[in-house]
């Protein structure tokens, strides 16, 4: 039985040796637990990562740690996510070289105010740097984290809103090829994401029925395709009800598409994210709307807002979006409950 220490916090703690430094001095971990069991669990589990090659020791840098922490921990999530962990690490370079545990508050802050004029940037790079320091909390090579109280620059976000009329009747009114108006379809029509528009085949619209079935999501490594694989949730994974009018006008449109895939460009095959960017573009500039600031996903919020006006009940249109919870339908329909009653309390002071 390995020699315990048992600490005044009442917790259990013993070394393991990690190897030697060039002077010859042992590199020692340090392991705790609130009782010997889950001690010798943690002390089983760091001689197996010990012995896996992806055990860590007080001299760490940073920049090692975090790229270890990136393989072990983020090697199964989707490309799009590890990338965003991956670009996160690259600007968080200043502190490669410092060790892990020499890595203090101040150091950290000074990094997000060198670039606070990407917010964006900097929620990520806190993001990322919060859960690389809890893991290295709990592989015990720190005893608490030092991304507690790190202010972020204000983040202006770029206003979620719904089309006006007058854009909708641009859209309507403008001339577009079969495919880019299949796209403004199915994006105003079913308020999916996206990336699953673009996975969309024929055998997915059922005309008869009336529903749309979103069983897939294009993934993209940069600009290429990596993958078309299920959604992230279960949520994700839906059969949308589709308005007649809409219907009607897929079916004529797909009818000339003689490929499986409906938004597969001249070659029938899903087309690299730029090209879809480039088609929305044309969308938006044949309507007259260019720099209008509308997005592919202002359509999700249009649709949430033309559902809130129809009476669809928070459960249902939370299902019909694929979210796994309804908290930003809620924001949405509490938003245009509001407007509903300022507009009454006008109308009730209106005299003849």
Known sequence: ?????????????????????????????????QTIRELEEKLLEAKNDLNNGIMISDTTPFG????????????????????????????????DLIPVKKITRSNIQELINGNSEHPRTCEVMLLTLKQIFKSAVEDGLILKTPCTGIELPRHIRNERRALTDEEKNKLRSAVLLPQERILLLLLYGTGCRPAEAYALTRQDIDFKK???????????????LSSVSAPKTNASIRSVIVSESILRGLKHLIDKIPTENILGGNTGQIMNKTKYQTMFRHILLKAGLKGSGITQYTFRHNFVTECYYAGISLKECQRQMGHKDYKMILEVYSHLDEEKENTRSKLAIMTM
Do not use: F
């Not at 220490?5 to 002077?23: E, H, S, V």
């Not at 921990?73 to 200043?94: C, D, E, F, P, V």
């Open 1 to 33: 039985m390995a020699k315990y220490t048992k600490q005044k916090d009442g917790r259990y703690r013993t070394t393991l040796m990690l190897g030697y430094k060039p002077d010859g001095k042992p590199i020692k971990k340090y392991i705790s637990g």
């Open 64 to 95: 090692s740690y975090a790229r270890r922490w990136l393989e072990v921990y983020k090697a199964n999530k989707g490309i799009q996510t590890y990338n965003m962990y991956q670009n996160a690490i690259k600007h968080l370079n200043s502190l």
């Open 210 to 224: 009336g529903i749309i079935s979103i069983n897939k999501s294009v993934q993209y490594d940069g600009n290429s």
